[in-house]
């Protein structure tokens, strides 16, 4: 699934009257993924609600039946038929991940150790960003890796007779790479340890468990999760409901705090801790945010939130808490250009290898906007005009590039709604990736945004 540039969709948002509504977000996208690939190698049957049917999800599923898993949707659900842990078979053609870093490098743990080929590729947003990170580890296992100078797609996996189980300490703040080592630890006889100094989101963790697996996570002396696998043990299919993604709540939430007037809910949102940073930052800049009904829902937290527009201030984001929100700075940086005062944001290094150089196509697309904003090597500071004036495009010319990147594209698309003039995105197909129903769930709360 290419993304030509020829079928970029240039799209515009424009000042828009009170948001009003009651909505749901689509599939937490890190849960679909997951709730994918386990259910494709647990033996037995896998019924999943709410899956994220999008792009990057549909590529993920794909690649499970390119490996022996049966998929099928049945009404809501999608049963999914696994081959039995252990049991993947090798693929006929190359995996193509489209523009999803997700689905390829956990899937590069999840079949890398086999004793057969399987060879990776992607979008050109994909084929551009590092897969070192999870090679590394995969070669200390034993997996032969064949990839492009500098460690890029395509690369070609092959596993050794016998893999051997590491214990392997994750270098950055990273979920997918912990998950990749975590899922070779799988098909790898003994403990698969991996030492994570930093948090990051724990939904491979938590569903391992759920799926059967023996896992269980301590904490070091400094501080570090210790997480240990045992491998070859049996998954059996399971039952889950994704809860909405909060991600995906990032952008009307934001939308309804900038555009006056706003009160907005949005109904079953994933709350699990490693992921709530942007609630709390924005509570922080004084948003009227409440989290109602609070409950469990197959294991993970969720919520209802309560929205309302609200006058926003300027605060310093600080580096420890970016791997809980790592991506949702986009949608943080348009509310800092609505905010009084300066919003400095922290610890931003990995925003530079995610579906594009997240901090730059920011600090450009505010810049082009009239957001008076400065772009660090880790960090970017936004000092915000609270009405909106002098914010949104200034001539036909100012178009922000979206490189590929849905996060990029919805969150100009929220900008325009409160800005002076109207903001313009070069592309919106690219949003199907996470969000397919973006547009039309924004319309229906009266939001302006039209493709151009
Ligand atoms: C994800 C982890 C994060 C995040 C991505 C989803 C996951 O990536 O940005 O959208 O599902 O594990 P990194 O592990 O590169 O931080």
Redesign the pocket.
């Known amino acids: 699934m290419g993304h030509a540039t020829a079928l970029l969709r240039p799209a515009k948002a424009t000042k828009s009257p009170a948001l009003k509504g009651d909505i749901r977000v689509p599939g937490d ?2 849960i679909s ?1 997951r709730a994918l690939m386990l259910g494709g190698l647990a033996a037995g049957e896998t019924r999943i609600t709410g899956l994220l049917e999008g792009e990057d999800v549909i590529n993920t599923g794909r690649a499970m039946q390119a490996m022996g898993a049966a998929i099928h949707k049945n009404g809501d659900a999608w049963i999914v038929n696994g081959v039995g842990n252990g049991c993947l078979l090798a693929p006929e053609a190359a995996l193509d991940f489209g523009n999803a ?2 689905g390829c490098r ?1 899937t590069m743990g999840l079949v890398g150790p086999y004793d057969f080929d399987t060879t990776f590729t992607g979008d050109a947003s994909l084929s551009g960003r590092p897969m070192g990170r999870v090679l590394e580890p995969l070669r200390l296992m034993g997996v032969q890796v064949r990839a492009e100078a500098g460690d890029r797609l395509p690369v070609t996996l092959r596993g050794p007779r016998a893999p051997a189980p590491i214990s392997y300490r994750v270098p950055m ?5 912990k ?1 990749a080592v975590l899922l070779a630890g799988l098909n790898t006889p003994g403990i698969t340890t991996v030492i994570e100094p930093v948090l ?2 724990d ?1 491979t963790e938590k569903m391992l468990r759920g799926f059967g697996a023996a896992l269980d996570v301590e904490t070091g002396a400094d501080g570090a999760r210790i997480i240990r696998l045992e491998g070859r043990g049996q998954l059996g299919g399971q039952i889950i409901d994704v809860p909405g993604d909060p ?1 995906s709540a990032g952008f009307p939430m934001v939308a309804a705090l900038i555009v006056p007037g706003s009160d907005i809910l949005i109904r079953n949102v994933a709350m699990n801790p490693t992921r709530t940073g942007l609630i709390l930052t924005l509570q922080e800049m004084g948003a009227d945010i409440e989290i109602l009904d609070p409950r469990l829902a197959g294991g993970e937290d969720v919520a209802d939130l309560r929205v309302r527009a609200s006058e926003l201030e300027g605060v310093t984001v600080p580096a420890e808490r970016a ?1 809980l929100m ?2 949702e700075y986009p949608v943080l940086a348009i509310a800092a250009s609505f905010a009084s005062g300066e919003t400095l944001m922290q610890g931003l290094e ?1 925003l530079r ?2 579906e594009s150089d997240r901090l730059a196509a920011v600090a450009r697309g505010l810049e082009i906007n009239g957001v008076d904003c400065t772009e660090g090597k880790d960090w970017l500071s936004v000092r915000g005009r609270p009405d909106g004036k002098g914010l949104g495009a200034t001539s036909r010319d100012a178009v922000v590039a979206t490189w590929l990147d849905h996060r990029i594209a919805m969150s100009f698309l929220v900008m325009g709604l409160a800005s002076e003039t109207p903001v313009q995105v070069d592309d919106c197909s690219i949003i199907a990736t996470s969000f397919p129903d973006f547009m039309d769930l924004m319309a229906g709360l009266g939001a302006e945004i039209t493709e151009s």
């Open positions: 996208k890190s993924h870093g997700t956990l703040a990273s979920a997918q790479v998950s990051t989101r939904h991600s791997p790592i991506d990995e290898v995610k």
